[in-house]
């Protein structure tokens, strides 16, 4: 749907692996019904994917998944660890569009 989730209190969806492309990302979660990228750094971002959203995750400002934090979620209102991939880059080009990666 294209919303994006505060993962601090709860992650939105329950399996995860580190991917460094859109593509493997989509490969993935095949067969699931949702996929989300997280926390983007130097070795690649976290690829998420489920078939539930957890509701203790609550749903945040778009802006928030692409690397501009807006919301103080625990880490005083930075993004921490979560420096790009590579670093200083929140998005990633794929068939065309800008696929928002996290903060």
Known sequence: SGDCYDTKAARPL?????????????????GSKYLATGCPR????????????????????????AGMPLTNIGNGGSNNGCAGFPSGHYNAAFSGFEFPLGG
Request: hydrophobic share 35%; glycine share 8%; proline share 0%.
């Open 42 to 65: 130097s070795e690649g971002f976290e690829c998420w994917r489920g078939n539930t959203i957890d509701q203790g995750a609550s749903a945040l400002n778009r802006a928030e998944c």
């Open 14 to 30: 329950a399996e995860s692996t580190m991917v460094t492309s859109v593509s493997a990302c989509l490969s993935y979660a095949f």
